[in-house]
């Protein structure tokens, strides 16, 4: 049984005292939740406020990007070892708005995934094809082009501490959630690209979030797809009883 996985993207949102009056919600209303993983990844500039007062909790903190050099001279970056320094213990990468706004490639995140593993915190890959893949039928393809070329040179003992999150690009921030049915069949097929890989075991060890338009009203049909061990969440995300209602929906 794969432990569910939910975690928070706020994304490029909130202010400082915004975002610790969220901690602070989530610290108090998620103090019991035994059934479910649960983090939270502020913007870089609120990471260690949160990160303080979430010590200890059972909610964990993630950045939403990094650089996979060590500490020196790279202007405007941000390194693993700061991020472990405040106690970070998840990055998100590859997410779609890092790949299509900023021009990340899969190399380029295939180096961070690399150097995240290897501080021994937990890489949250993001994949997804965007509207028109979709409808053109590259659905497979683009996950799979995305999946091979963000994980290459992984050990099988490291893709076991990966988390995938499946985000198809035309759900996110949309409205336009994929239906159970789209999702799940996204989701085994990447589960295949893990066996097919990285073997069985691992293929049945790797968590897989969902993420694109996921609320507390949809969560629940998401959630309780087989292959689907979580979400990662976007807008709501940003209010304590959004997001606790997703968790709710994990149990
Ligand atoms: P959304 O974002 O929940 O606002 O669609 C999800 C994500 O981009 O991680």
């Not at 979430?54 to 991020?83: H, I, P, R, W």
């Not at 893990?194 to 694109?212: M, N, T, W």
């Amino acid at each position: 049984m794969r432990r569910p996985f939910i975690a928070g993207n706020w994304k490029m949102n909130l202010d400082r005292a915004a975002a610790v009056a969220l901690a602070e919600g989530l610290k108090e209303k998620a103090a019991g939740v035994d059934y479910a993983d649960i983090a939270v990844c502020p913007p870089f500039v609120y990471l260690d406020a949160v990160a303080q007062v979430l010590k200890g909790t059972n909610v964990g903190v993630g950045a939403q990007d990094c650089y996979f050099e060590g500490n020196g001279a790279f202007t405007g970056e941000v390194s693993v070892e700061m991020l472990q320094d405040i106690g970070c213990q998840y990055v998100i990468l590859g997410h779609s708005e890092r790949r299509h706004i900023i021009g990340e490639d899969n190399e380029l995140t295939n180096k961070k995934v690399k150097a995240v593993l290897a501080a021994g915190l937990i890489p949250i890959l993001c994949i997804g094809e965007m509207l028109e893949q979709r409808e053109a039928g590259q659905t497979d393809d683009i996950n799979a082009e995305q999946f091979f070329g963000s994980l290459a040179g992984l050990t099988a003992d490291e893709m076991k501490k990966v988390v995938i999150a499946y985000e198809p690009v035309w759900a996110i921030g949309t409205g336009k959630v994929a239906t159970p049915q789209q999702a799940e069949e996204v989701h085994a097929n990447v589960r295949k690209l893990i066996e097919s890989r990285f073997g069985k075991e691992v293929a049945d060890a790797v968590r897989i979030q969902y993420g694109g338009s996921m609320k507390p009203d949809n969560a629940k049909d998401l959630l309780g797809q087989a292959d689907i061990d979580g979400g990662l969440i976007g807008g709501a995300a940003l209010k304590v009883d959004s997001f606790m209602g997703i968790i709710e929906a994990a149990k």
